[in-house]
T-cell receptor
């Protein structure tokens, strides 16, 4: 079983749509959860941290469900510029430290 | 003002050579990382240093040797390069408290 799993997509949505991605993780002792976006041939950029109570940043909402071991990202009113790969990151407990573990990413394409 | 910088951006070399990639961050972060992103875009952590001390070393061949002369720098030296080392290598840094990572622009290594 992969440690951090994401649906690779692509999710192909029209501008203005609402789209949601999920990410599941295998290690229940994980702490610190994040969403990053990566544009083609660029570095990953932090989109938002994910807090236990859920958090929102403009059109983006992130949720954490520890019981079911998944995090989610909701994007409202999609823009063309939202087209990118969205990477889920989980810090997994391992031998006294936490290993940042990336999912393989979910590709989003927003079309006019 | 580049927060995390890497040099070189592109590196083309032959099998068997030794090469180094340099990374510097001016964010005052305590923790620095090296990642490898392969042709399938999977981003995997290789090493992490906290205040010049190695804290993560993830099943990486010992041909790869990180060196951290101070907490703002983390260099990666690779001996006896192999075809399978071709990838994009990303450096990142984070504050110890939040683990929010900031990535450098990447070094695209091609081994021929």
């Amino acid at each position: 079983r992969k440690e951090v799993e994401q649906d690779p997509g692509p999710f192909n949505v029209p501008e203005g749509a609402t789209v949601a991605f999920n990410c599941t993780y295998s290690n229940s002792a994980s702490q610190s959860f994040f969403w990053y976006r990566q544009d083609c041939r660029k570095e990953p950029k932090l989109l938002m941290s994910v807090y236990s109570s859920g958090n929102e940043d403009g059109r983006f909402t992130a949720q954490l469900n520890r019981a079911s071991q998944y995090i989610s990202l909701l994007i409202r009113d999609s823009k063309l510029s939202d087209s990118a790969t969205y990477l889920c990151v989980v810090n997994m407990a391992s031998g006294g430290s936490y290993i940042p573990t990336f999912g393989r990413g979910t590709s989003l394409i927003v079309h006019p | 003002d580049t927060a995390v910088s890497q040099t070189p951006k592109y590196l083309v070399t032959q099998m068997g050579n030794d090469k180094s990639i340099k990374c510097e961050q001016n964010l005052g972060h305590d923790t620095m990382y090296w990642y490898k992103q392969d042709s399938k875009k999977f981003l995997k952590i290789m090493f992490s240093y906290n205040n010049k001390e190695l804290i993560i070393n993830e099943t990486v061949p010992n041909r790869f040797s990180p060196k951290s002369p101070d907490k703002a720098h983390l260099n990666l030296h690779i001996n006896s390069l192999e075809l399978g080392d071709s990838a994009v290598y990303f450096c990142a840094s984070s504050p110890r408290r939040t683990y929010e990572q900031y990535f450098g622009p990447g070094t695209r290594l091609t081994v021929t």
